[in-house]
């Protein structure tokens, strides 16, 4: 389905005076036929003004209003007839109808939330509840728009639960393909979103694990989920372009939104990362105090403070890294007597 944009129809303005003009003039013919007829005249201009006062509100159906970034797909009796994209007060044909099959969808996505029950003037007035059925609005947002699905609960490469939220920027671009190629594009594109999503978490780990090829060139690299979330979201974004090109709908950006370990492992995940922090944490102290005797013995003997055996040296080593390396503060003891 090919799209056909409507720009020769920009005349509502025209056709609503006519129309108007159309209708006062049924009035004074209708006057002037009932002002024949009781003289015995021709009432044919009664019947073509009574005919035209009861069937002259059809023309008005055909006056469409559009504001910036709107777009109307109407058909004829089944058949395409074509799309108005530009604001302006077109008229087109009165029986043409307008189709929007994702008009009733609410999404998660700002623009298309509703934010509580609308109330109508007479509920406001006398406070009561009254039912006021709305017309469902037909016309189609080109507007920039914000999917933000629910979180999702997906097993990375490693076999690790986790939750994982995205946010994609996207818009109508082809109104022909959103309306006639899907059902409804919105639902489309939600579950699109979630299809596509799935796919590329499971090839990425949550943090950066040995011996894994995120990329595909059987090489291991050190792409993760939590490190690489840029090269993440871009691939997202590539995945559900490619989906929904055939919906008219373009994807603007994705966003990782929400990134955690599932609950079930995340106390577990969280000892482990605090256990790699403590082991990182002492493999410096330990080269930190290592460092500091080798220097302490170094200007000791350079300068001929002091003296020391082989065994002298093990006990002072012994001590300094105990002191430098303890966890707690150090509590002297002060040895009066001889080593021997």
């Keep these: ?37 009781d003289h015995e005249g021709n009432p044919l201009l009664l019947v073509v003004s009574i005919i035209w006062l009861s069937a002259g509100w059809l ?15 109407l058909t004829l009796f089944g058949k395409y007839v074509g799309t108005i994209k530009d604001s302006g007060f077109y008229y087109v044909n009165p029986f043409c109808t307008a189709v929007n099959p994702a008009a009733k969808t609410k999404l998660n996505q700002s623009g298309d939330v509703d934010s ?16 006021v059925t709305e017309m469902t609005n037909k016309k189609i947002s080109l507007k920039i728009m914000t999917l933000n699905n629910n979180r999702q609960k997906i097993n990375d490469c490693l076999g690790n639960p986790i939750e994982i939220g995205i946010a994609v920027m996207w818009r109508v671009v082809d109104t022909a393909k959103a309306v006639f190629n899907v059902d409804n594009y919105k639902e489309y594109l939600s579950l699109q979103c979630d299809s596509a999503l799935r796919n590329i978490v499971r090839i990425y780990p949550y943090d950066v694990a040995p011996n894994v090829d995120t990329t595909g060139d059987g090489v291991a690299d050190e792409g993760s989920l939590r490190g690489s979330s840029e090269i993440v979201a871009a691939r997202i974004r590539d995945e559900i372009q490619q989906k929904v090109k055939e919906a008219g709908l373009e994807i603007i950006e994705a966003r990782i939104t929400y990134l955690a370990y ?33 220097m302490a013995l170094e200007r000791l003997n350079e300068n001929d403070v002091v003296t020391l055996d082989e065994e002298r040296k093990a006990a002072m080593v012994s001590n300094l890294l105990v002191v430098l390396c303890g966890n707690h503060d150090a509590q002297p003891v002060v040895n009066s007597g001889s080593l021997y």
């Design 1 to 37: 389905m090919k799209e056909k944009v409507l720009n020769n129809k920009k005349n509502g303005m025209l056709m609503l005076f006519l129309f108007i003009a159309l209708y006062a003039a049924a009035v004074v013919l209708c006057v002037f036929g009932a002002i024949m007829v």
């Design 59 to 73: 023309p008005f159906l055909g006056l469409k209003v559009l504001k910036p970034q709107e777009a109307l797909v």
């Design 116 to 131: 509580g029950a609308k109330k109508s003037i007479f509920q406001i007035s006398s406070g009561t509840s009254v039912d």
């Design 262 to 294: 599932a609950p079930e492992i995340a106390a577990v995940m969280l000892q482990r990362q605090q256990a790699s922090a403590i082991i990182d944490a002492r493999k410096m102290i330990v080269d930190g105090a290592v460092g500091m005797v080798e």
